[in-house]
C-alpha cells in the first residue's frame, strides 16, 4: 500500500503570510494527489486535484505542486477563514496525518 | 443540487449490528463511486473502502477488509456502511463521498455531512 507522509504536523502562522505543507509519498503516483481543508465539525473540502488543479470556488491564494513523491499546499497570504486542519490524499484513497494550522 | 445526505447518529452496544446510510441526489448515482471514510475522535481521515454503486463491486482498505461491509442500492441512489458485530473501537465519524471523474479522477469532490457512532456499554 502506498504510505502519505504530511509535515509538519503543526503549523504556527499569523494572517498574511505565506504557507507551505508538505507532502510525500512512498512511491511514486505521477500527479494523483488532492488537498482538502476540514473545520471541526465539518466534513472535509476538496482544494486541490491532480496535484495543482484548483477547485471551483476555492481562492486562488491556494495552490498545489509536485509529482511522483513529492508535493506543496501552498496558501499565498493566510486569511482567518483559512486556520484549519489540511490533508493530503492519493487519489486511491490514503490520506497523509493531517496538518492543523494554527493561529499564532 | 449535488449532494450526499447521510443517515443520523448511532449510539449502540458493543457486540450489536449497524448499517449507516448515505443518499445520493443531484447526479447519476450509478456513473461515480462512493468510498467510506473513518475519523475517530480527535484523529485524522481513514480510507476504509469504496463501491461501484453501478455494479457493487467492492474494494476494501487492507485495516478495514473483513471488519466492515459496504453495499448499494442503485434503486434509491443509496450506500451502506454495516458492522455485524460493533466495538467500542468503532466510535468514530463516518463519512462518505464521491469520487470525481476525468481530472478529478477519484478526488473525493462531495462529502456527505457525517454520521456519528458511538458504541458503549
Known amino acids: 500500500d502506498i504510505q502519505m507522509t504530511q509535515s509538519p504536523s503543526t503549523l504556527s502562522a499569523s494572517v498574511g503570510d505565506r504557507v507551505t505543507i508538505t507532502c510525500r509519498a512512498s512511491?511514486?503516483?505521477?500527479?494523483?494527489l488532492a488537498w482538502y481543508q476540514q473545520k471541526p465539525g465539518k466534513a472535509p473540502k476538496l482544494l486541490i486535484y491532480?496535484?495543482?488543479s484548483l477547485e471551483s470556488g476555492v481562492p486562488s491564494r491556494f495552490s498545489g505542486s509536485g509529482s511522483g513523491t513529492e508535493f506543496t499546499l501552498t496558501i499565498s497570504s493566510l486569511q482567518p477563514d483559512d486556520f484549519a486542519t489540511y490533508y493530503c490524499q492519493h487519489h486511491q484513497g490514503t490520506f497523509g496525518q493531517g496538518t492543523k494550522l494554527e493561529i499564532k | 443540487e449535488v449532494q450526499l445526505v447521510q443517515s443520523g447518529a448511532e449510539v449502540k452496544k458493543p457486540g450489536e449490528s449497524l448499517r449507516i446510510s448515505c443518499k445520493g441526489s443531484g447526479y447519476s448515482f450509478t456513473s461515480y463511486w462512493i468510498s467510506w471514510v473513518r475519523q475517530m475522535p480527535g484523529k485524522g481521515l481513514e480510507w476504509m473502502g469504496r463501491i461501484d454503486p453501478s455494479d457493487s463491486y467492492t474494494n476494501y482498505s487492507p485495516s478495514f477488509q473483513g471488519h466492515v461491509t459496504i453495499s448499494a442500492d442503485k434503486s434509491i441512489s443509496t450506500a451502506y456502511l454495516q458492522w455485524s458485530s460493533l466495538k467500542a473501537s468503532d466510535t468514530a465519524m463516518y463519512y462518505c463521498?464521491?469520487?470525481?471523474?476525468?481530472?478529478?479522477?477519484?478526488?473525493?469532490?462531495?462529502w456527505g455531512q457525517g454520521t456519528m457512532v458511538t458504541v458503549s456499554s
Open positions: 491532480k496535484a495543482s
Open positions: 463521498a464521491r469520487h470525481g471523474r476525468d481530472d478529478r479522477q477519484d478526488a473525493f469532490d462531495i
Open positions: 512511491q511514486s503516483i505521477s500527479s494523483w
